[in-house]
């Protein structure tokens, strides 16, 4: 994969996170991802643990939107590391916070993803 390539698959990936569409984050993953929050140590195997994860989470009236983002791939090491803000709307909303994730890519797919988060643990249902 080029950089290009990899920056391009993590905005799909935050797009589908951002839209809620399990699908099309479904689509962004390889069957044996994991995801690892590094920062709380909790770890989701499997494309579908993964869509069931955020599908229960998408269900409550919170919504975050990802942006203001800063890519740095690497496609020699097929890794892109993604620092960027995420804003929560909704009842008792938390305040943005600057998150970071490390994403390992094979063709086309995501296979892992290691996420860095201030604060508390709002992936975590």
Not at 58 to 70: E, I, K, L, N, S
Not at 79 to 89: D, N
């Amino acid at each position: 994969m080029t950089d290009d390539d990899l920056t391009a698959l993590a905005k799909q990936y935050f797009t589908a996170l951002d839209a809620r569409d399990p699908d099309a984050l479904g689509q962004t993953l390889a069957d044996d991802c994991r995801v690892t929050i590094e920062t709380h140590g909790i770890t989701y195997d499997g494309r579908a643990a993964i869509c069931d994860l955020f599908a229960t989470r998408w269900q409550g009236p919170m919504r975050a939107v990802h942006h203001d983002f800063t890519h740095s791939p690497s496609a020699s090491t097929g890794r892109i590391a993604s620092q960027f803000t995420v804003s929560y709307f909704g009842p008792d909303a938390p305040e943005p916070k600057s998150n970071a994730n490390i994403f390992c890519m094979v063709d086309g797919k995501i296979t892992e993803i290691a996420v860095y988060m201030a604060g508390a643990n709002t992936i975590k249902t």
